[in-house]
């Protein structure tokens, strides 16, 4: 069965520092990554996804992420903080070929941001 | 209007009451979800419809009962709740229900069941 696990709930980081919020999955096929993020009150709306091809893939805002077969890891990096990052960061992975249906979320990493 | 939209935002119910989540989606997608967001836990699927035909029921409590008239319109009919099902209940909708398909959501509806 697959899962997903975010370490770290909370992630506090100053403004203009780097952001690193991590994601392992467990899958025993290839996967389909994605992170998704949701401000206060908000539904989730999609930063990146991975899905075949190169394994460093850029989203919206700044934010990029990597996959790492070897390490089974898709890690949410930006290399500057700013307020506005301030939000509940959910990653996802379903099998390569699967349906939604299959979509498994993490738990979520909330992410502080201090001025 | 553009996107998912749900309605209402806030809901406060008893256990005997019978309501309904609605949502809506102007993107032309043919796919539509049901998911529960409660604190601490992951997100849970609990209905996909493609193309108005239910594909998924997460093992689902027959309280909740979902109805998706055309592709896009999805409802969730909620009888005799209890307060463990107080949440965030997100619609979403994507192009297909193929993995590789980007999830679109709305803003959710908050329940709360007294």
């Known amino acids: 069965a697959q899962s997903v696990t975010q370490l770290g709930s909370h992630v506090s980081v100053s403004e203009g520092a780097l952001v690193l919020l991590r994601c392992n999955y467990s899958s025993s096929v290839p996967p389909y990554l994605f992170w998704y993020v949701q401000y206060p009150n908000q539904g989730l709306q999609l930063l990146l996804k991975y899905t075949t091809g190169a394994t460093l893939v850029k989203g919206i805002n700044g934010f990029e992420a990597e996959f790492k077969k070897s390490e089974t890891s898709f890690h949410l990096t930006k290399p500057s903080a700013h307020m506005s990052d301030a939000a509940e960061y959910f990653c996802?992975?379903?099998?390569?070929?699967?349906?939604?249906?299959?979509?498994?979320f993490g738990k979520g990493t909330k992410l502080s941001v201090k001025p | 209007e553009t996107g998912v939209t749900q309605t209402p935002r806030h809901l406060v119910m008893g256990m005997t009451n019978k309501k309904s989540l609605k949502c809506e989606q102007h993107?032309?997608?043919?796919?539509m979800y049901w998911y529960k967001q409660s604190a601490k836990k992951p997100l849970e699927l609990m209905f996909v419809y493609n193309f108005k035909e239910q594909t998924e029921n997460n093992s689902v409590p027959s309280r909740f009962s979902p109805e998706c008239p055309n592709s896009s319109h999805l409802f969730l009919h909620l009888h005799t709740l209890q307060p463990e099902d107080s949440a965030l209940y997100l619609c979403a909708s994507s192009p297909g229900d193929s993995g590789a398909n980007v999830l679109t959501f709305g803003a959710g509806s908050r329940l709360t069941v007294l």
């Open positions: 993107l032309g997608h043919n796919a």
């Open positions: 996802a992975v379903t099998p390569y070929g699967g349906s939604q249906g299959n979509l498994i």
